[in-house]
């Protein structure tokens, strides 16, 4: 994966002049690796750092979030700008946007269609074997859908209008359909003429190479293991010079090896394109000899279905390769997220210009108030912690449950509303057992493990009601979730149960106001006790969720 690779050279005196400076990381393993190459005799060796440090200096005017938003925007658009220059994949050019207003015939039209289709399907085919997981999140299509839609129109329905402008020879211009095929042809013919001069010239090289190789002769010498043939050739081994002179005066061997090869490919080429055209020649042919005999135009009624049948998939292919594009961008911006490595979110720091009013507001004023401030604050806090906590865990007490309960009793509560409630029946004989520290440990590891799970926050009160009840009131929660928070909790006990050494006997219940058509919060309450104290007692070995 790259790192935040930004051009530091390049746009540096833009940047310092709208208070944007970009400073390069060098790490003491850079310095090491840069110290190795120059001892090892690299002196081109370059330097390219790959980390850097963005940062953005303004004034206060703008409000505290500009400066983050500055950061973040030059993110955006290098990772933008990233996706285009680097991992940019290509899309498929779209010639039919506008093909009924460009002078074709059906037939041509009907070409055209195809093939675009056929270009655009090897396309999307290599691009779905690169990367079959990726689906956009803009479209909800990834490469290989596309590829099964544009597939199905080519060879369904441009195949279907094919066959009917065969079938019924239809034509706006009999006479100039026939001249633009003859025209083909011509031009075929005077290729395949050029490309046929080609492969016999070919051959002929191709000729004298096998003569030349083929004039061997051979003699023979005595060794110590018998007669050793020694093969002649009447090939000149020095035909070409062994070293070469390059535009830098620097020598360099010649590739001997090369020359047959690329004859032979030019071979290879030329004789494919030959064969081609003799296809199309043959497909040219089949055109003509079809509508040689139809009429000279086709019956206006005729020309208007097959025009709107041909406007119908024109439409349907712009709007496909429309959602193509989507996709396609959104894979560049994929790539391009793949490739660069944010090393931590953008950070905004403040910078206190030395100004004489700005020093002695903060300082004498400032001080003052912070002070107070904090005062206030904290008694506040002291408050809250002696009258509404409970010591033996640290959650909400019974006075801040009741509190909780009386701020919303004398209003409907929403139909996801949710009470829970979980009592711990053999606290009283755990204490007995193995004494009260043990049994205030058991309560703080409860209480940890409970709001582990159900995570106090605005939406979601813990709290303890007393005498080994505690209460979770949930603003908005389905029944499915209660049931797994409830069984994750007795699991989570069941295993601190084992490795502390004491037994918890745990009862729970629970309560949805839309499950039990009940909209007060005491009623709701009153049923999540009900439901809770109905159930046979489950120790923290047995982790059933229970309602």
Not at 160 to 166: T, Y
Not at 339 to 359: A, C
Not at 376 to 382: S, T
Not at 476 to 500: C, G
Request: hydrophobic share 35%; glycine share 6%.
């Amino acid at each position: 994966m790259k790192e935040l690779d930004i051009d530091y050279t390049e746009a540096t005196a833009n940047q310092i002049r709208m208070g944007l400076q970009v400073e390069p990381i060098i790490t003491d393993e850079d310095l090491q690796i840069q110290k190795s190459k120059l001892e090892n005799g690299e002196s081109d060796y370059e330097f390219i750092p790959t980390r850097f440090i963005v940062s953005f200096t303004c004034g206060v005017g703008n409000g505290m979030d500009y400066p983050r938003k500055v950061l973040n925007q030059i993110l955006q658009e290098y990772a933008g700008y990233y996706g285009k220059t680097h991992v940019n994949t290509s899309q498929a050019a779209n010639p039919v946007s506008d093909i009924t207003s460009k002078g074709y015939d059906y037939l041509e039209m009907a070409e055209v269609m195809d093939k675009m289709l056929e270009s655009i399907t090897e396309h999307l085919e290599d691009k779905a074997a690169w990367n079959g997981e990726f689906r956009s999140s803009r479209t909800g299509m990834c490469f290989q859908d596309l590829y099964d839609e544009f597939h199905f129109i080519r060879s369904a329905e441009v195949r279907q209008l094919f066959s009917e402008i065969l079938a019924g020879r239809v034509t706006k211009n009999r006479e100039v359909l026939l001249d633009k095929y003859r025209n083909r042809n011509n031009n075929l013919l005077i290729s395949n003429n050029a490309a046929n001069f080609e492969i016999d010239r070919i051959r002929g090289i191709i000729g004298s190479y096998e003569g030349a190789m083929g004039e061997f002769s051979a003699t023979y010498r005595q060794t110590d293991d018998g007669e050793e043939a020694v093969w002649n050739s009447n090939v000149l081994p020095d035909v070409y010079d062994d070293w070469n002179r390059d535009e830098d005066g620097q020598w360099t061997p010649v590739d001997r090896t090369a020359e047959y090869d690329v004859l032979l490919m030019q071979y290879i080429e030329d004789r494919t394109l030959y064969e081609h055209n003799l296809i199309d020649k043959d497909y040219n042919e089949y055109i003509l000899s079809v509508f040689s005999n139809a009429p000279q135009s086709s019956p206006q009624a005729v020309q208007e279905r097959i025009q709107g049948e041909i406007e119908r998939l024109a439409g349907k292919i712009n709007e496909l390769q429309t959602v193509y594009y989507e996709t396609n961008d959104e894979y560049n911006e994929y790539l391009g997220a793949q490739n660069i490595l944010m090393l931590s979110s953008v950070r905004v720091t403040e910078k206190f210009p030395i100004l004489i009013f700005t020093v002695l507001i903060v300082v004498i004023f400032g001080a003052l108030g912070c002070a107070g401030a904090a005062l206030f604050g904290r008694i506040e806090d002291f408050i809250e912690y002696y009258a509404f906590t409970n010591k033996a865990d640290g959650l909400p007490n019974r006075a801040k449950c009741d509190q909780f309960i009386a701020a919303r009793e004398h209003r409907p509560i929403p139909e996801g509303f949710t009470c829970i409630v979980c009592k711990l029946t053999n606290l009283q004989s755990e204490n007995a057992r193995l004494g009260r520290e043990a049994g205030d440990r058991m309560i703080k590891d409860f209480a940890g493990t409970l709001t582990s799970i159900f995570v106090p926050s605005a939406k979601l009160f813990v709290g303890n009601n007393g005498a080994g009840q505690y209460l979770v009131f949930a603003e908005s929660m389905e029944t499915e979730q209660a049931d797994a928070a409830l069984f994750q909790l007795r699991v989570a006990l069941d295993e601190k149960s084992k490795d502390k050494g004491y037994h918890l006997a745990l009862q729970s219940g629970f309560a949805r106001a839309g499950d039990k058509e009940c909209f007060y919060i005491r009623k709701l309450l009153s049923a999540a006790m009900k439901q809770a104290a109905g159930t046979k007692e489950q120790d923290a070995s047995e982790p059933v969720a229970v309602r």
